[in-house]
């Protein structure tokens, strides 16, 4: 049974001991009797009131460790049916550099803020022109002397006039939803409290202050405090009030607090509910849907055969609390959370968590996020296949799990605590074990498990995130299982010995190492009853597969391990969202600026740009690859294309839900397309069914079949027919290049060697004109503009591994240069042979190009060979050639429309496809190697003025064509310092280093390793 609702009061938190209860039976301070506003109270006690000397402004202790003061014990967040004002809107406001040098009085009803400016509310206001924004990742932007901040502390003071109506003079409170990070609050000249805990409510009893006309609201928010040493999460530092400022009607009948228990088993439903409030007799509770009517608070009652919540199918019930005073609503989802067999279940079933790491984000605005944008988000994500969240690192605003439980989403709640910092000083002082600190962290938790108790979506709570250790942490779990034992606890920082979680949880393992853990085979831990507690656990990957720039790489392998294992749960891809922030050029080009560029002394750069999504939220080509990799069911054709195999990976659906489609496509663009009978396949289960005889008749060379699974009625996320998971068989024809039969002899011409259509300058047999089309090249290729991957150092490597940008440096890739060797025209073509090598080194690469004409076209073939002690990776081998910049329509054949790397690209299909050279790319933040499509076999640029074109054909490459060279794109910091130069360069790769993800996480995986060696490739150019 779990205790009856006892709130934490956030005047005096709890200190428990592990496994304790750690609750107080105490409550929020009486209301005065026959009223509780001024206007009950008459005029001359209103005067009083505004005339009621303003405590020292010294009331915002910056170097307080403590919770915030005087706010009410923390609840549920409900709709309570009764009144609210919204105090957002412009509000007064002043920015001082420093507590010194802020106005003094600010808090006085009569304090003149004629002169200063104005900012709504929410913001953040380094958003709106006040000071700076500043991004760090772990190192505090100050020194760490916890409790102490720097003088040079930035203040925001805002102050608000506000008329109230009637309905509201009865009782009320003032909430608010976010305030980064400290804060001291005003009504009507008397202090009220302060806050702390910047991602967290903090509501205040005010009915006794209030008045019909002209409230003064004034707060007070300081940038840093001693609440800022535990709120060092990876992001921008951005103060203001970001969330909502809301005056709630609370006469003296109303509850205060609500607790849904609503659990499932064996097909029924069992539901609690418990209430805070005076009327607790006459409280009575119905689900009109159950038939459930007049359940008493604190009874547990059998409710029936219920429809249960899952992520895939989110049924929620419609609960009303009845009392004398008002009509409290509740969406509330029947499930049960388990661990079983070292299995997570919900409701019984395993589950498998398809997830990202939520920031809360708005490139205009900071944290103060629009409400569409958040629920488009959540909506894109469940159009890409994902089914869970972890709120990093911090709560996120309410509304989120309402839509989260809306839409069906897994959810890891976790407490905004964060003190990453500590790691660059050894930990000293720590928070997260210094007993100063220990109330307030307490406080933290309990105000987001008591704000989110209610939300089904909410599986696990977490602790927070890279916190390190101590004996704070575990209280917090001690509570938190005592107060809501129906849940989970998550912790990934202290995992080699925490006995005080529920899960296993890392962050960025490799592969290697999560399929060992799948078969319990991690290593030891000293304490024999840590490891056989941590033994017994599931396992999640709270991070994995970092999202920043090109990438990620090696999301396949994960899924496969993820899948192979019962252990296995998983995990949450870092991260969702991009943190760039809108700036525009002098020219008036805009641009998304990152860690750097607004002269923070101490900063991490670009590494705030690490998202599926761009700041926009304009998906990037990694969220489609994550859509493919992760999809919920796995299909695949057979090899006469007679039938069709599918195995059901959702946990409770059984794909009634789905309809099934085929296509068949050729490269005339012809197509043919039709529909399957539904099919019903059990979670965890495959089957196989014919496909019509009308795709078998279409089984043609040269053409692709693709068969997709789509939604078969409208979603609350997605239209009807929306594709949720597809497969191919066929393929685009392959192109041999076959020597040429009857081969022309090169002539020596004043201009050069001509070969059928070709010329060649005669000293180095480099190419120059193609019939008439202007040619620079072939130069040989082993350098890619770096990505954020390969300037990664592979965290899993133990530090024994550098970078891959930094090995191909240290070769001198970027840096090849070549000299021709030999020219030689024989009877059937030209056989060139170039030695490419770097500066200051005896490594050297001999490259042959043998060319044949028959005439109108030209066959290539490349031979290369290693010379010297060559070591580490190549990034690429491949030619460069430089053409005309009006070649800017592009068409293909392979693989496509996006892009695609060995170990990434996995949303790519094959087809017949047509892009603009300015489509090709894609515009990352900070520029670097993209955009190439490979699986090609047919490659045509075209002139759509005058109409030339060059024809490229092969057995499979992979191209790229841009307007700049690779050097300008490894040199550049942001898009705009990319400028089209007026050529078009276009590389033909014959491989390629894979990608990885070791900007944070493991390199690419030996498969996807290109290491020195001979290769071989051909191609044939018309």
Known sequence: MTPAIRPVRREAPPTPRPGASGRQNGRCRPRPAGGTGAADRGEDAAAMDRTTPVPGDDALDLTSTGPGTGGIAPRARFDSGLPELSLDGQWRFLLSPSPLAAPAGVGEEDFDDSGWGSIPVPSSWPMHGHGQPAYTNVVYPFPVDPPFVP????????????????????????????????????????????????????????????????NVLAVRVAQFSAASYVEDQDMWWLPGIFRSVTLLAHPAGALRDVFVHAAFAGGRGELRVEVDGPDRELTRVSVPELDVRDLAPGVTLDAGPVRPWSAERPHLYDLVVRTPAQRVTLRVGFRTVTVEDSQIRVNGNPVLFRGVNRHEHHPDFGRAVPAQTALDELRLMKRHNLNAIRTSHYPPHPDVLRW????????????????????????????????AYRDALLDRMARMVERDKNHPSVLIWSLGNEAGVGDNLEAMAGWVKERDPSRLVHYEGDWQRAGYVDVYSRMYPSVTEVEAIGQFEEPEVDDPELDAHRRGLPFLMCEYAHAMGNGPGGLSEYQAAFESSPRLHGGFVWEWLEHGIHRTTPDGVRYDAYGGDFGEPVHDGNFVIDGLVSADRVPRPGLLDVKKVVEPVRMAVGEDWRTLSLTNLHDVSDLSEFALRWCVRDETGRRSDGGLDPVRVAPGQSATVALPAEVTGERIDGRVLTVSLVLAHAADWAPEGHEVAWCQAGRVPAQPVAPVASPAAPVSTPDGLRLGPALFDAGTGLLRCLRGLPVDGPEFGLWRAPTDNDRGTDSTAGGRRPADADVWERLGLPRLVSRTVSVESTGDGLVVVRRSGTAGRDHAVDVTYRWESDGAGLRLAVEVNPVGPWTGTWARIGIDLTLPATLTEVEWAGLGPGPKYPDTGQAQRQGWYSATVADLGVDYVRPQENGARAGVSRLRLRD???????????????????????????????????????????????????IGTASCGPGPLPRYTLTPGPARFDLWFE
């Open 151 to 214: 003088d040079a502390n930035p203040i925001g003071d805002h102050r608000r006039r506000f008329d109230v109506p009637d309905e509201l003079l009865g009782g009320a409170l003032l909430r608010f939803d976010g305030v980064d990070s400290a804060a001291a609050v005003w009504l009507n000249g008397r202090l009220l409290g302060t806050t702390r805990g910047s991602r967290l409510p903090t509501e205040f009893e005010v009915g006794d202050l209030l008045r019909r006309r002209d």
């Open 404 to 435: 989260a439980d809306e839409l069906g989403f897994y959810v890891i709640d976790e407490c905004d605590l964060e003190t990453h910092g500590f790691s660059h000083v050894g930990w000293r002082r720590n928070p997260s074990g210094d007993p």
């Open 944 to 994: 759509p003025a005058s109409g030339r074109e060059l024809t490229v054909r092969g057995p499979e490459f992979s191209f790229t064509a841009r307007p700049w060279s690779q050097r300008a794109l490894a040199s550049a910091r942001h898009t705009f310092d990319l400028a089209p130069d007026g050529r078009l360069y276009l590389m033909l790769d014959h491989a390629q280093h894979g």
